[in-house]
């Protein structure tokens, strides 16, 4: 019978042969799946449904999977827990999928697919380029973070600047990011192509056959390549017209040489050579605004430095308006600009109005002694903007200076640019001019009042405008085309001694911007780039292998043998021009603004914010003036008044500055732009531009005040108010200073009191070079009670002898570990400001804006603190960087109830930002008032191109949170994790901070005060280093060089 | 029919001065345990609020709302709304801060010092004058968390265990303060809530309305009046009494510690605590009166708290603001004698510096005035005078923390760092606006609960004194149930 069993075949003999299935294996879960089957479920369900996953065995094969350890029956007591585990392991995963937690979107981040050559992400690259500046290129080093600059350094290797900056190529990086930076060309207001208008120009400009009618009105050129595109054009258009035009030129300085020598020199100053200065109405220490800055300030402060075996050199200013290089002079007369001029003339023995002040009088044969006494080694340094008769003289004295020479002009076309604009705006006002091409310039905004250059321009039918931003000028031009910042351009420039550096971009152009050399390339070939134009002029001076030269310039940043040669060229041969200069009643005086230069930096955050050398105003300019023309109007301080010149009127502030002449009232140029300048620019201070005219831009006389327009607020940072100096002032219990009410500043006087500043004479420092803590005719040491008043507790004195020792060794290496230190020396810091700047750009500090600074909420980690000493009408001022002393026993530290600043065991004390809650009680303990509050949300978190610049190494700090100066840890760290990789020791000056990587003199040295041959260490361990307010015994890290003056015993 | 002299009225007896001292009495003679009680309990328990009372409330809680708007803006813009800057970093907060808790200070030493020193008086204010502390410590409390930059991390400033492994850095005075303040907030609410349950035992017995009875009846914790409830309960007052003393001095010693600590000329001085603890009684005791008259007046309370609580309580004034004289007289000394220029420049600017006006209102309010007028009984029973005087001390009192808190700071070591300190409208907004909170939540306290010990008054009462087994006993003890 047919059984079940018998129609069972042999499986083996009848199934085909197929693959053997010997295992069943559940379908493996993944963490996608469990997520699914969670999602949506929440509470009690969620958890239901998760123990149903956890007994099932794909989800326990998953977890093993996930943790094969925990899994692993060894590890557990018993099978419960480890199910528990397992489960509750599940749960964690799954919960990102939970409704109410919500999911981050995906955001793909990519690693390059091919990656630069020398890239690695995170750590910065350096490229040279240079800065290029109206003056003199200043050769800089960029550090780029994965192609994006983010600071800009001197470049050390360059002969003239040796690593050196100043404060604008230090803001000139965060004008490559500015919000408001044109980005598009327009026609008329309407977005255009750049093609269009190469095209446009190029078919009209060949239609005029000769180029008639076509005018190029350009700022000062400075590359060597435009130049020689220049003469292309103009050898293809012989009519077309070049006219250069900056407000702050050079004229008179070419108007003098062109007399005397009959041609156009640059004078370069060998400062190094020179022991009696007398500076012009120039202000040499301040910054680039004077040719040759880098090296004269560097080299002022070399001879500056005191030592006993060497002479020092000796310093006399004649100036309008007070500056830093006035008074860091040994001897300072302040003239108004009609007596400089006779001073000048006094001086050269030249014919013109006598000199009828006695002090000057005196000053003056005081001066010409010293000068004779000096045997050639002196040097009288004229400023570009003085006036012809100081130039004159200048020239004429220098004849027999051994260290002065002269060299053909850094700008590859001088010209005398006041002259030029004139005839250009004739030009316009006659009709003539077609094409006006305007390249890096705003004549709208700073061309002379009298000229009245709207008129012209309106006659104009086809302007154009290059420009970084749509300003005053672009706003009206036909075409406007955004100019490419320097960091994304090729072109070329020479440093002040002629050196020539190619200026290499860093970044592809952010907005599509142009150069100059597009512009005029679109005359010849447009079809040759900035970098062909630039490489074609490049063959010109490199010599060698040109590949290998080439990349060697760009490598550097500079290009060897290319320095002009200086020459002696003995006495003036011409005769000086004549001077007309009416004088009388009060005059007026026009400077560039000591942080805005011409104007060209209105909408730079940190420049606007910079308080201003010697005046402390930020966000503003005023009518400066002195005490006693104050007193004589009966205007006081935060009352707007009216100037009047020549039937020209502007309304403006007042701020007395002290040491300004008498009878005389200086302006800062580079103010009061209108909104187009953009968002940080607009509506700041007042319009001087509105006042200058074309025949007297330096100077002009017949000012009249009217009173009563107002109040006005002005916005100074440091203790400038009235109340400091009037009523208050003069109620010092112990010793009246002057008889006039308020005549002399508490804050000076009491910097004194309380040895803060330290200097003694010459010949007081030598006869005893402990004079810092002894007492000097500068220095106050009050030697009172059991602690001598500025003097530091003995350490030995201690409770705690072995605190603070900092001599640990490391137990592997035997290394003596790090102990770092600052060092400032009085001496040599001008005021020029270009550390604090530095500190912005590298410590991502935010701009807080003008209300807020007007309060006392500015953000500088470092700050220069000026002081006046003496009658304000004459004073002796003193400069003194002030940032974290990094105090051992720091008293912010002691009382922050959160522990958010604390020290490192090297020394440094150190801010813990996302610790601090703010409770501002640091702030308080702190005598310095370093530490700087974010009491408002500062840091800009929205616009996007600021991102850029902002350096990745340190946090941006948000709302409620305390900041200060850290040491620039950051590039502490960095270079001692990079010794460690490479097994090394840091060698001294390996670190640089910020502030003394800027620093044109080098006052600031900073390093490791374990090593004895360290720079710092031997600073310290001078007789002349003090510490500021060592008798509260707070023991800080940061130390100061007392200074010493060299004053001249006829004047004293 | 010898000759007589004009006749003489005999003199009429004020019934509240005791004949025998010539002191006011501390109770009006002719209460009765009925009489207290009804008194007390009929404010709290009855039906008809007085108007005043809904507008007084009215009033003050619209003023109370400035604090939620300047809270508001506080959080959502940051403290640079306020007047605080570099170098003045503490303003009206901090101010603001110490002179509430300074005021509550009078309070915990009615309730624990007086007691201890067994000075009966105390009993009729103690219970409203704890509640001054309590609702000064909440006013007080929100400034040290507002003041902040960063509020919502102000749990920081606790010591509680995280796993960041990070603890307050206890060196500072700060986070002292956190102890000193949370200790005294907690340690005045027991000692108060304690000292009420008898009270609230009794506005449950008598309260008519169910939801009333029900509220009282959980507030009074199942208060039976047996001996044995009476003896935990003087137990447990004497003990909280003997805690909260210390508290007295040291609270606002370590709030001192706030200044003391720091290294500023002006701050950085030992005189500090007890100058700080006696400013505190002293403004303390100006509030209490501040309050006091008022509740006294519009409640009919002038035979519970009579003139001599008025009397005193200013002889404590004139003791308190004696010190505080002292200590300003050695701070003035001490700047010329320790020859230190920091201490001489610190107060020759305090005094005439461009802020040297705050200083000599400071010592018109605090010093002329009181010293010249407190020193005479006349004017400490009369009531009117007393009561403006309050104000004046009061003033006195926060511009002594305003001349301390800015006048050191903003002139300090370094001159180039020198600046100024303006208050702005949300400074005072929240300043103003703590006291519309304060005055809300004590209306509220004068309605809802016993203001006047109800139990203290009557053990003060002659009845009291009973031989057992006299024939009043029965009596007594019948009128007092």
């Known amino acids: 019978m047919n059984t079940p069993n018998e129609t069972r075949m042999n499986p083996q003999e009848t199934m085909p042969a197929a693959q053997v299935v010997t295992a069943i294996a559940p379908a493996k879960l993944t963490l996608a799946e469990v997520r699914a089957k969670l999602e949506g479920k929440s509470g009690k369900r969620y958890w239901k449904n998760l123990d149903e996953l956890a007994a099932t065995p794909a989800f326990q094969d998953l977890m093993r999977e996930e943790f094969p350890r925990q899994a692993a029956a060894g590890e557990w007591v018993d099978s419960v827990s480890r199910r528990g585990f397992l489960k509750v392991m599940g749960a964690s995963f799954a919960l990102a999928g939970l409704a109410g937690c919500t999911k981050q979107p995906d955001e793909a981040i990519f690693p390059y697919v091919k990656q630069p050559e020398d890239l690695v992400l995170g750590r910065p690259m350096y490229f040279a380029t ?76 060949a239609k005029t056959g000769t180029g008639q009618g076509v005018y190029f009105l350009s700022e000062t050129i400075t590359s060597p390549t435009l130049a020689a595109q220049w003469k292309q054009v103009s050898a293809k258009y012989p009519q077309a017209r070049l006219v250069q035009y900056e407000p702050v030129n050079a004229d008179t300085a070419r108007t003098a040489s062109k007399a005397a020598f009959g041609d156009y020199y640059d004078t370069q100053y060998k400062l190094e050579d020179a022991d009696v200065i007398l500076a012009l109405d120039a202000d040499f220490l301040g910054g680039i605004g004077f040719p040759g800055f880098l090296p004269m300030a560097s080299a002022y402060a070399e001879r500056h430095r005191f030592d006993k075996d060497k002479p020092m050199n000796r310093l006399y200013v004649v100036e309008a308006m007070p500056t830093v290089t006035g008074f860091k002079a040994e001897h300072r007369l302040a003239l108004k600009p009609s007596d400089l001029d006779a001073f000048a003339n006094a001086l050269s023995g030249g014919s013109g109005p006598a000199l009828t002040n006695p002090d000057a009088q005196k000053f003056l044969s005081a001066v010409l002694d010293d000068i004779k006494k000096s045997g050639g080694r002196f040097a009288v340094v004229a400023g570009p903007q003085a006036s012809l008769a100081a130039q004159s003289a200048a020239l004429a004295l220098n004849a027999n200076s051994k260290a002065v020479t002269y060299t053909e002009p850094v700008v590859p076309l001088p010209s005398e640019q006041t002259a030029d604009l004139k005839a250009l705006v004739a030009d316009m006002n006659a009709g003539k001019v077609q094409w006006l091409v305007m390249l890096g310039v705003n004549p709208l905004y700073n061309a002379p009042v009298d000229l009245d250059f709207l008129a012209g321009f309106n006659m104009v039918p086809n302007s154009v405008h290059l420009g970084s931003h749509v300003d005053e000028t672009g706003f009206f031009s036909t075409w406007h085309i955004p100019k490419a910042h320097y960091l994304e351009s090729w072109t070329d420039a020479r440093a002040c001694d002629g050196t020539i550096s190619i200026i290499q971009p860093m970044i592809d152009p952010l907005y599509s911007g142009k150069s100059a050399h597009d512009i005029l390339q679109a005359l010849l070939d447009p079809s040759v780039s900035a970098y062909d134009a630039v490489v074609a002029n490049a063959k010109t001076y490199l010599t060698g292998d040109f590949p290998t030269a080439w990349r060697k310039a760009l490598h550097d940043g500079w290009v060897a043998n290319t320095a002009f040669t200086p020459k002696t060229l003995g006495a003036p041969k011409g005769a000086p021009p004549a001077v007309s200069y009416p004088g009388g009643g009060i005059e007026i005086s026009f400077k560039p603004d000591p942080s805005l230069y011409d104007g060209r930096y209105a909408n730079n955050g940190w420049l606007q914010e910079l308080p201003k050398q010697v005046t402390n105003m930020s966000w503003d300019n005023a009518a400066l003036m002195s005490m006693e023309l104050m007193g004589k109007l009966g205007i006081e301080e935060n009352e707007a008044i009216e100037l009047d010149l020549n039937g020209r009127s502007v309304i403006v502030p007042v701020l007395m500055v002290p040491g300004h002449p008498n009878d005389a009232v200086t302006v800062h140029l580079g103010l009061g732009r209108r909104a187009d300048a953009g968002r940080v620019g607009g509506g700041v201070g007042f319009n001087a531009y509105a006042l200058r005219t074309a025949d007297q831009p330096l100077a002009a006389a017949g000012l009249t005040i009217n009173r009563s327009k107002g109040t006005y607020d002005l916005c100074v940072t440091k203790v400038h108010n009235m109340e400091h100096r009037g009523a208050y002032a003069q109620r010092d219990l112990e010793r009246p200073l002057s008889d006039k009410d308020g005549a002399y500043s508490l804050a000076g006087h009491e910097a004194m009191e309380r040895s803060i500043i330290r200097y003694a004479t010459y010949a007081e420092a030598i006869k005893d070079p402990e004079y810092a803590h002894t007492g000097a005719s500068g220095t106050l040491v009050n030697k009172v009670g059991y602690n001598p008043q500025g003097e530091a507790v003995p350490h030995e004195e201690s409770f705690f002898p072995d605190a603070w020792r900092y001599d640990h060794k490391d137990e592997s290496t035997k290394k003596l570990q790090n102990k770092w230190g600052m060092s400032i020396d009085l001496n040599s810091c001008t005021g020029c400001n270009a550390c604090i700047v530095g500190c912005y750009a590298e410590n991502n500090i935010a701009v807080v804006g003008r209300e ?121 760290e960095a270079v001692k994790i990079d010794a460690d990789k490479n097994n090394r020791a840091i060698a001294d000056g390996e670190i640089l901070t910020a502030c003394q990587q800027a620093c044109p003199t080098g006052a600031i040295v900073f390093g490791n005060l374990n090593d004895p041959a360290a720079k710092v260490t031997q600073r310290k361990a001078e007789e002349r280093d003090y510490q500021v307010l060592a008798d509260l015994n707070y023991r800080p890290r940061t130390s100061y060089t007392a200074g010493v003056i060299n004053p001249n015993a006829e004047l004293v | 029919m010898a000759t007589q002299g004009p006749i003489r009225e005999p003199e009429i007896l004020d019934p509240m001065i005791d004949p025998r001292t010539g002191e006011y009495v501390v109770i009006a003679p002719g209460h009765t345990f009925k009489s207290v009680t009804q008194k007390i309990a009929g404010i709290v328990l009855t039906a008809n609020t007085p108007i005043a009372w809904f507008g007084g409330l009215f009033l003050a809680a619209t003023i109370a709302t400035g604090v939620l708007i300047a809270v508001t803006w506080l959080f959502l813009k940051g403290v640079g709304i306020w007047g605080v800057t570099i170098p003045g970093a503490w303003g009206f907060a901090i101010i603001n801060f110490v002179w509430w808790i300074g005021i509550g200070h009078a309070g915990t030493l009615i309730s624990a010092i007086l007691l201890l020193f067994k000075q009966q008086w105390r009993n009729s204010i103690n219970r409203f004058a704890e509640a001054m502390t309590i609702f000064a410590v909440v006013c007080a409390g929100i400034f040290p968390l507002l003041h902040i930059g960063r509020p919502w991390l102000g749990y920081w400033l606790l010591p509680y265990p995280n796993t960041m492994n990070v603890w307050p850095q206890f060196r500072s005075p700060l986070a002292w303060d956190v102890f000193a303040v949370s200790t005294y907030a907690t340690i005045s609410v027991v000692f108060w809530y304690i000292g009420m349950i008898p009270d609230f035992g009794t506005l449950r017995d008598r309260a008519q309305w169910p939801l009333a009875k029900y509220f009282y009846g959980m507030l009074s914790l199942g208060w039976r009046g047996s001996t044995r409830h009476w003896i935990r309960y003087e137990s447990a007052s004497l003990l909280l009494a003997g805690l909260s003393t210390p508290l007295v001095l040291s609270v606002h010693t370590t709030i001192s510690f706030d200044f003391a600590v720091a290294a500023m000329a002006g701050w950085h001085t030992t005189i500090f605590p007890p100058y700080f603890v006696a400013g505190a009684v002293y403004s303390g005791f100006a509030m209490v009166l501040t309050l006091a008259i008022p509740i006294r007046k519009f409640y009919h309370l002038e035979d519970l708290v009579t003139l001599r609580h008025l009397d005193n309580m200013a002889k404590v004034m004139l003791a308190t603001g004696s010190i505080v004289a002292y200590g300003y007289g050695m701070e003035v000394f001490m700047s010329w004698y320790s020859a230190s220029h920091w201490e001489f420049f610190m107060m020759w600017n305090r005094m005439f510096g461009p802020m040297g006006w705050a200083y000599w209102v400071l010592i018109l309010t605090n010093i002329a005035i009181p010293q010249a007028t407190l020193w005479w009984r006349r004017c400490r029973v009369s009531v009117w005078w007393l009561f403006v005087l309050s104000f004046i001390i009061n003033i006195g009192m926060w511009f002594e923390r305003f001349v301390i808190v800015v006048t050191s700071l903003y002139r300090d070591y370094l001159p180039s760092s020198w600046g100024t300190y303006r208050a702005t409208k949300w400074d005072y907004m929240l300043f103003i606006g703590t006291w519309g909170l304060f005055t809300t939540l004590f209306l509220l306290f004068a309605r809802l609960a016993p203001m006047v010990p109800m139990s203290e008054i009557r053990m003060m009462l002659p009845q009291t004194k009973v031989h057992l087994g006299g024939a009043d006993a029965e009596v007594v003890v019948q009128e007092a149930l």
């Open chain 1, 130 to 205: 240079a800065h290029p500046f109206p003056t003199g290129a200043i050769p800089v080093l960029v550090k780029s973070e994965a192609f994006r600059p983010i600071k800009l350094e001197g470049n050390p290797e360059h002969p003239a600047s040796k690593g050196k900056s100043d404060a604008f190529t230090q803001a000139s990086l965060l004008d490559l990011y500015d919000p408001d930076r044109s980005q598009h060309p327009r026609l008329r207001g309407e977005q255009a192509d750049f093609g269009e208008f190469q095209q446009q120009f190029a078919a009209a400009v």
């Open chain 1, 852 to 972: 807020q600074v007007k309060i006392g909420r500015i953000m500088q980690w470092l700050r220069i603190d000026t002081y006046f000493e003496g009658d304000l009408n004459s004073p002796r001022a003193h400069f003194q960087p002030m940032l974290c002393q990094h105090c051992e026993s720091a008293g912010c530290e002691q009382v922050c109830p959160v522990g958010a600043t604390v020290h490192t065991p090297e020394g440094i004390n150190t801010m813990v930002y996302n610790r601090c809650v703010g409770t501002r009680y640091c702030s308080n303990n702190c005598p310095y008032k370093v530490r700087r509050f974010n009491f408002l949300l500062y840091s800009d978190y929205d616009t996007e191109s600021l991102k850029f610049q902002r350096n990745p190494d340190v946090s941006v700090r948000s709302r409620g949170v305390m900041e200060k100066c850290s040491y620039c840890i950051q590039r502490i």
